[in-house]
């Protein structure tokens, strides 16, 4: 099979192109390496592959179309210029895209094979061609609390989250990091200083930060650094943020009900960008459908995936396994200070991490692939 990958070069491209390494994914296809801006030049060294691969051009319809499938990591509006312009001569291959612009599509699925493989197979053998990546806080919260939605137990949802940086692209990565390094700066000889007084050092770090502009703020558009923003994506003047529409969207589109109305079920959240780098958190409150015991409760989740790990409800556990720091760069996702609720006992709360390029980016995408590559192996 020839498989294209097109934006491997970016931060989510990246990162899958180290997990197909790891795990030998190479070895199952012949790739084709596209770019947008450097065709004619080298590709990246990849599996047993000897040498450079030769880049195609990413908008070389015919060059695309010979592939079996494609996986882009490119973004919405390569999606957008180029999907439609491929399917409109003849090609009738797989579409793997990171990007949101096809995710709701009647006929695409958003793939999480942890969660919804059955009815991923079930679409592919009914000719579904597009899958997306979801979401990744999405991914990540199903990813945690995926097998109370299969167990048919959740009524409602509500996630309020703590979104990383790298949600917002490689840019607000360095954009954070040149802020908190400024920041530091404009307080560091008061911090040097063992007689300065904490409300001066607090007054100069404030005022930095109030004066932000230009490039120190091109991205984020306020400052991050020492502060968080309540708001993520795009303002569409309804008072749910982009981000929080995904969430119920792109969840019921994961579970299958995106498209039966009747069984949908209610998904809201507050979405907040915070200072960390690539992993998101959120804290979630469930109203179960019944009253089950926290043991059960535990028990049912962890048997959800492979990844998912239940932290026992203790300070010490909770400080050192469910931060970003402690899940970025692994698969794992934790998930702790899981509690009965006051509002009744049907009312659970906990916390959850998860590397958004990882499980909320380039993992299922990658899984998808071999997927597809299986079924296509079996016939
Ligand atoms: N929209 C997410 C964020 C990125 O901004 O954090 C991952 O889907």
Not at 290 to 307: R, T, V, Y
Not at 343 to 357: H, K, M, N, P
């Amino acid at each position: 099979m020839l498989v294209g990958l097109v934006g491997w070069r970016g931060m989510v491209g990246s990162v899958l192109l180290k997990r197909m390494t790891e795990e030998n994914d190479f070895s199952k296809f012949e790739a084709r390496f596209f770019s947008s801006s450097n065709a004619g030049g080298e590709g990246p060294q990849h599996g047993s592959f000897e040498g450079r691969p030769k880049l195609y051009d990413a908008y070389d319809l015919c060059a695309l179309k010979e592939c079996d499938i494609l996986l882009t990591c490119q973004g919405s509006s390569y999606t957008n210029c180029v999907y439609h312009k491929l399917v409109s001569i003849g090609w009738r291959g797989y579409w793997i895209d990171a990007a949101k612009t096809l995710r709701l599509h009647e006929t695409s699925v958003i793939a999480l094979d942890p969660i919804n493989y059955s009815f991923i197979k079930k679409s592919i053998d009914s000719g579904i061609k597009v899958f997306c990546g979801g979401n990744c806080t999405v991914s990540c919260m199903l990813m945690a609390v995926g097998a109370l939605f299969t167990h048919n137990l959740v009524d409602w949802i509500f996630s309020s989250t703590y979104q990383a940086a790298s949600g917002g692209g490689a840019n607000h990565i360095k954009e954070l990091l040149a802020q908190m390094g400024s920041l530091y700066g404009s307080s560091e000889k008061l911090m040097k200083d063992p007689a300065s007084k904490i409300l001066d050092i607090d007054r100069v770090v404030l005022e930095k930060q109030q004066q932000f502009g230009g490039e120190e703020i091109k991205y984020f558009g306020v400052p991050l650094a020492g502060s968080l923003i309540p708001w993520i994506d795009k303002d569409e003047g309804s008072g749910i943020s982009l981000e929080e529409w995904k969430g119920f969207a792109e969840t019921n589109k994961i579970l299958g009900l995106y498209e039966k109305q009747s069984k949908q079920i209610p998904v809201d959240s507050t979405c907040v960008r915070v200072g960390s780098l690539r992993s998101h958190c959120q804290s979630l409150v469930i109203k179960l459908r019944k009253d089950l015991p926290l043991n059960e409760i535990e028990k049912i989740i962890e048997s959800g995936n492979d990844w998912v790990r239940v932290v026992p409800n203790n300070k010490a556990e909770s400080e050192t396994q469910l931060s970003p720091v402690s899940v970025s760069g692994t698969l794992s996702i934790p998930i702790g200070r899981i509690k009965k609720l006051k509002l009744g006992r049907e009312y659970v709360s906990a916390f959850t991490a998860g590397d958004q390029l990882l499980w909320g980016a380039a993992e299922p995408l990658r899984r998808m692939l071999n997927i597809l590559i299986d079924e296509n192996c079996r016939g």
